[in-house]
């Protein structure tokens, strides 16, 4: 079982909005804390991309796509991080996948489907 669970996928009409969730419940706070935490995605015949992540002290990167549309948070203390995904496009439609890495490893979550159609 991973340890990073995704949910709040599905299907949105463009324009519209979703906000993915990432929980590490496998973790205890300590180990959470100093991981830098990230969204990728990956659309189909193409490769997995950054989509944006957050460090430990908060600061945030996001790729050029999603800038100004999505935002990523966390919350140490319920070892979660959250993607808050506005103006979405039919291009945005993806497996969004949850990342964590620090401390000499690296995570991966399952994914979560995005589906941006009319």
């Known amino acids: 079982q991973s340890q990073l669970v995704e949910s709040g996928g599905g299907l949105v009409q463009p324009g519209g909005s979703l906000r993915l969730s990432c929980t590490a419940s496998r973790m205890i706070f300590s180990t959470f804390s100093p991981l830098t935490m990230a969204w990728y995605r990956q659309a189909p015949g193409k490769q997995r991309e950054l989509v944006a992540e957050i460090f430990s002290g908060g600061n945030t990167n996001y790729g050029d796509s999603v800038k100004g549309r999505f935002t990523i948070s966390r919350n140490n203390s319920r070892k979660t991080i959250w993607l808050q995904m506005n103006n979405l496009r039919p291009e945005d439609t993806a497996v969004y996948y949850c990342?964590?890495?620090?401390?000499?490893?690296?995570?991966w979550g399952k994914g979560t489907l995005v589906t941006v159609s009319s």
């Open positions: 990342n964590s890495r620090g401390a000499g490893s690296e995570n």
